[in-house]
């Protein structure tokens, strides 16, 4: 298993940005991809974007060109850089590690509202 810690969120007004981190500790070489989800209130938690162990990212279509993931693995961290935000952007954000067997760790979520 992997602890994650996420960290970053917050309440801005629509344009500004955010950076969230999440912190890894435990069984990190197991790890395959790290990824960024959200839930809004009363809908599904949905992917963002991930980024593998190779560095390969991807991104959902409704951030892509605003949001960027990476990952310092000297610091066992995973940023999500947060540009242009909208109000419809307004979620728990949460970070996740996904391992080979199928297996999901996720953090216990932060924050980001985006007032208009």
């Given at each position: 298993?992997?602890?994650?810690?996420?960290?970053?969120?917050?309440?801005?007004?629509?344009?500004?940005?955010?950076?969230?981190?999440?912190?890894?500790?435990?069984?990190?070489?197991?790890?395959?991809?790290?990824?960024?989800?959200?839930?809004?209130?009363?809908?599904?938690?949905?992917?963002?974007?991930?980024?593998?162990?190779?560095?390969?990212?991807?991104?959902?279509?409704?951030?892509?060109?605003?949001?960027?993931?990476?990952?310092d693995n000297a610091k066992n961290t995973v940023y999500l850089q947060?540009?242009?935000?909208?109000?419809?952007?307004?979620?728990?954000?949460?970070?996740?590690?996904?391992?080979?067997?199928?297996?999901?760790?996720?953090?216990?979520?932060?924050?980001?509202?985006?007032?208009?």
């Open positions: 298993q992997v602890q994650l810690v996420e960290s970053g969120g917050g309440l801005v007004q629509a344009g500004d940005s955010l950076r969230l981190s999440c912190v890894a500790s435990g069984s990190i070489f197991r790890v395959i991809v790290m990824g960024w989800y959200r839930q809004a209130p009363g809908k599904q938690r949905e992917l963002v974007a991930t980024v593998t162990s190779g560095g390969r990212t991807n991104y959902v279509v409704s951030v892509k060109g605003r949001f960027t993931i990476s990952r947060m540009n242009s935000l909208k109000p419809e952007d307004t979620a728990v954000y949460y970070c996740a590690a996904h391992f080979s067997n199928l297996e999901v760790s996720w953090g216990q979520g932060t924050q980001v509202t985006v007032s208009s």
